[in-house]
């Protein structure tokens, strides 16, 4: 990194710490590349930017919009879209259980907000940019449960019941990133059918582009292809 300047993201929903923390690792020398509340904009100015870290607040207000968001389900996007970012957890919650869940969620460190100055956040970015992994003082968690874990697909509900099983294995193959050929392919159709069902995705889930489709579909839990 020393001949890179270090680039981060930031999902923060408070205004005012948010804008902190850009004023602090710009003036520490990073170029903050996204500063945003919701995970919309912030996902599609981190695929544009790709940056080193993504400091993620763990518990977002929801928007109308954005409903199943939360700090949680990005933490997984970061994982399964951008495994190159290193999501730093900046949160005010304690649990030792929601700590680990953070952790088998692809984050790379956690933090207590209460207990941590500018020089800490800055110190704690250039640490994970460098691969360390960091939790809260005073806290200790076994190695072995840092890993990833898959959660297990939740049943069918909200938006995902407004789509049929087809529309539900075609969003599932977008959510891993998979082209509309590949689609078609996989799933024995012609690739007027993907795109047809891709249309109604659309319109049923309200989405405007194929990123926010991908992230959405992450967030909802569908169901994804083991390989492609």
Known sequence: MESERIR????????????????????????????????????????ETLPHVALVDL????????????GMSALQCLHDFFP???????????????VEQCLQAGAAGYLWKQNIGC????????????????????????PPSWGFQPQPEAPFRGELSRLTPREREVL????????????????????????AHITSIYKKLGSENRTQLAVLGCQLGVQRPASL
């Open 59 to 70: 518990r977002l207000e929801p928007s109308e919009r954005d409903a199943p968001a939360s």
């Open 8 to 47: 981060v993201a930031i999902l923060e929903d408070q205004q005012v710490f948010r804008e902190a923390l850009v004023a602090v690792l710009e003036g520490a020398g990073m170029d903050v590349v996204a500063g945003f509340g919701e995970p919309a904009p912030f996902f599609s100015r981190v695929r």
């Open 84 to 98: 190159a970012v290193k999501p730093l957890v900046l949160s005010g919650h304690r649990e030792t259980e929601l």
């Open 172 to 195: 599932g193959y977008i959510a891993a990133g998979a082209d509309n050929l590949r689609i078609a392919t996989h799933l024995r159709i012609t690739e007027r059918t993907v795109k």
């Open 119 to 142: 020089a800490e956040v800055v110190e704690a970015v250039e640490r994970v940019v460098k691969g360390e992994r960091l939790l809260p003082v005073g806290l200790s968690l076994s």
